[in-house]
């Protein structure tokens, strides 16, 4: 079965600084990786997700992950946060074997400050 | 715009009662989930359905019950036997059963057990 573990539960940094969050992922077979934004009591937003063909994958608002397969990590950046990228953000897998099922990771709690 | 209403947005539940959570969505999905999220654990699946009157347990489905009577509405009943219901309820559906396509979540319904 597979399982995703994101390493950091809570970063903390200074505004226009650089982020990376950590997610790695176990799984025998071949995976979709897919990372969400939950911003406070609200649902979950799709931000940006691997499928396949490239390795590296970008969203709109500036965040890029890289899916390496060798490491089994999909580990989000951004060059220069914003206040308003505070927010949790969840890795999730995909259960191939289940269909259109998500294992996600424990969030990571990202904090900008000024 | 098409979307997932869940409701209410907070609830609150006296010991020994059964509430129910609902989740209603016009985006012609077939497959819907239901999450609950605790501080520091993530989601984990309670139960989905990828098809009308047809669902399946997931990883915590002790103490809940669904239905999938429409395509557009998966309600869960938090039942007196789920011990500890203080916790977030997410809502989630997607368009098919393949593990490519990502989840549109609802904006949760806050459980507080009084």
């Known amino acids: 079965a597979q399982s995703v573990t994101q390493l950091d539960s809570q970063v903390p940094v200074f505004e226009e600084a650089p982020v990376e969050l950590r997610c790695n992922y176990s799984?025998?077979?071949?995976?979709?990786l897919f990372w969400y934004v939950q911003y406070p009591n609200q649902g979950l937003q799709l931000l940006l997700k691997?499928?396949?063909?490239?390795?590296l994958v970008e969203s709109i608002n500036g965040f890029e992950a890289e899916f390496n397969k060798s490491q089994t990590s999909f580990h989000l950046r951004k060059p220069s946060v914003h206040i308003s990228d505070t927010a949790e953000y969840f890795c999730?897998?995909?259960?191939?074997?289940?269909?259109?099922?998500?294992?996600f990771g424990g969030g990571t709690r990202l904090m900008v400050k000024p | 715009d098409g979307g997932i209403t869940q409701s209410p947005k907070y609830l609150f539940r006296k010991e020994g009662q059964n509430v129910t959570l609902s989740c209603e969505q016009n985006?012609?999905?077939?497959?819907m989930y239901w999450y609950r999220q605790d501080p520091g654990q993530g989601l984990r699946l309670i139960y989905y359905?990828?098809?009308?009157?047809?669902?399946q347990k997931g990883d915590i489905a002790e103490g809940y019950s669904v239905s999938r009577e429409k395509k557009e509405s998966f309600p869960l009943t938090v039942t007196s036997a789920q011990k500890n219901p203080t916790a977030f309820y997410l809502c989630?559906?997607?368009?098919?059963?393949?593990?490519?396509?990502?989840?549109?979540f609802g904006s949760g319904t806050r459980l507080t057990v009084v």
């Open positions: 999730a897998v995909s259960r191939n074997n289940a269909g259109n099922m998500l294992t």
């Open positions: 691997y499928l396949s063909g490239s390795t």
């Open positions: 989630a559906s997607s368009v098919g059963t393949l593990p490519n396509y990502g989840y549109t």
């Open positions: 985006l012609n999905h077939d497959a």
């Open positions: 799984s025998s077979v071949s995976v979709y």
């Open positions: 359905s990828q098809i009308v009157n047809d669902f």
